[in-house]
């Protein structure tokens, strides 16, 4: 079974990791056929953490739990804590998931982060700017590799600035593969939109993942 592991950490932008969270979490919209996820909260220590929205978060496991695999998948939500230098664990087990084929998926402030770390110098990759990553990560040196997107996913590493939250998670479910085509297009273009259309484009897309 797939592992999706979480980094959680304070700050932690509650709002760029909901889609996909709910979304890889309840399998509501999952394709008949899609693998079984186990979704686990992951951090430097067991201690919670708050997010900026306030909610409280116990991690379920430690870094040095992570098993690195081609299977498994490594999400990094934005946080304005980051530069601390107890998050240096969790990027460079980021670069072994990136180094043995497994995803990554960061968006935000974990953009910088990967920066830092030279993680983005020879990867295409997006963020919240050329100049904000610059600004936050002096060492900094992908710049011909940056696309000005709100998310772009690029083999094994999936990326976003702070407002591709929602074309990210899109792009990560095309990644796994858990959606069928048409349920992920209809789920992507309601959530855009809100156009009640769309809705029940999803609702059929799920008729006919039953009927079949």
Known sequence: MPTIYVYVLDTLADWEIGYVTAELNSGRFFKKDA??????????SKKSVQTMGGLTIVPDCLIDDIIVNEANVLLLP???????SKHGAIIKKAGEFLSCGATVCAI???TAALASFGLLDQRPHTSNGV???????PCYKGQCFYTDKPSIAASNL??????????????????????????????YEYFSTGEPKHFFALMESLQSKNAN
């Open 78 to 84: 934005g946080a304005n804590t980051w530069n601390e």
């Open 108 to 110: 935000c402030g974990a």
């Open 158 to 187: 999936i990326t976003a600035g702070s407002t591709g939250a929602l074309l990210w998670t899109k792009q990560i479910i095309e990644h796994l593969d858990v959606f069928q085509s048409d349920t992920l297009e209809s789920w």
């Open 35 to 44: 693998p079984q996820l186990s979704l686990k909260t992951v951090s430097y």
């Open 131 to 137: 100049g904000f990553l610059e600004m936050v990560s």
